[in-house]
């Protein structure tokens, strides 16, 4: 069965300094892997994805992440954040059939100014 | 275009109660999903439905019962409902050909059963 290991439940950074949000995976072959967004009493938005081809991956909002097949990891990274970026992240795994996703636990992350 | 729909947005019930919760979408997508997010624990899937008329559990679908009433409907219903069942339910429907995987979610039911 596939699982999605998020390591760090909450992460605090400065505005403007760089973010770098962990996730593993485990699967037999190469999964979808997705970073989703919850903003407070909001639903997930998808940042980016990760399907096949080159292993660095640029979503939306300045977000990007890399898919390293030899530490079965999708980290998500930000060169600059600003407090707008405070939210919860997930990390989701696919490849099943049906479009089926497996969530990491998320992470919270806090700007402060 | 209003993408996915869920209704109510807030919730209380009592021990034992009854209710469906209901989602809809306007995207034309097949398949269709149920969620429960729980402080810590991600988000589980409680049920899916990869087309119209097939239902399947996911992780969690101990004390639920789903409908997929037609393509743009798929109902989550709670015969009995449980204090264990207190969180914060999303719907979501995945996209087809280039966008398969990509899952789009509603802006979610928050439960409380006391």
């Known amino acids: 069965a596939q699982s999605v290991t998020q390591p760090d439940i909450h992460i605090t950074v400065s505005e403007g300094a760089s973010l770098e949000l962990r996730c593993n995976y485990s699967?037999?072959?190469?999964?979808?892997l997705f970073w989703y967004v919850q903003s407070p009493g909001q639903g997930l938005q998808l940042l980016l994805k990760y399907f096949s081809g080159d292993t660095l991956v640029q979503g939306i909002k300045g977000f990007e992440a890399e898919f390293k097949r030899s530490q079965s990891s999708f980290n998500l990274r930000k060169p600059s954040v600003h407090w707008s970026d405070a939210a919860e992240y997930f990390c989701?795994?696919?490849?099943?059939?049906?479009?089926?996703?497996?969530f990491g636990q998320g992470t919270i992350l806090t700007v402060h100014p | 275009n209003a993408g996915v729909t869920q209704t109510p947005k807030f919730q209380v019930l009592k021990t034992g109660q009854s209710m469906t919760l209901q989602c809809a979408q306007d995207?034309?997508?097949?398949?269709m999903y149920w969620y429960r997010q729980d402080p810590g624990m991600g988000l589980r899937l409680i049920y899916y439905?990869?087309?119209?008329?097939?239902?399947d559990k996911g992780e969690v679908p101990n004390g639920y019962n789903v409908s997929r009433l037609n393509k743009r409907e798929f109902s989550l219903r709670l015969e009995s409902a449980a204090p264990s069942q207190t969180s914060v339910y999303f719907c979501?429907?995945?996209?087809?050909?280039?966008?398969?995987?990509?899952?789009?979610f509603g802006p979610g039911t928050r439960l409380t059963v006391t």
């Open positions: 439905s990869a087309s119209e008329g097939t239902t």
């Open positions: 699967y037999g072959a190469t999964p979808y």
């Open positions: 989701a795994s696919g490849g099943t059939s049906y479009g089926k996703l497996t």
């Open positions: 995207m034309n997508h097949n398949s």
């Open positions: 979501a429907t995945t996209g087809t050909g280039s966008k398969s995987y990509e899952q789009y």
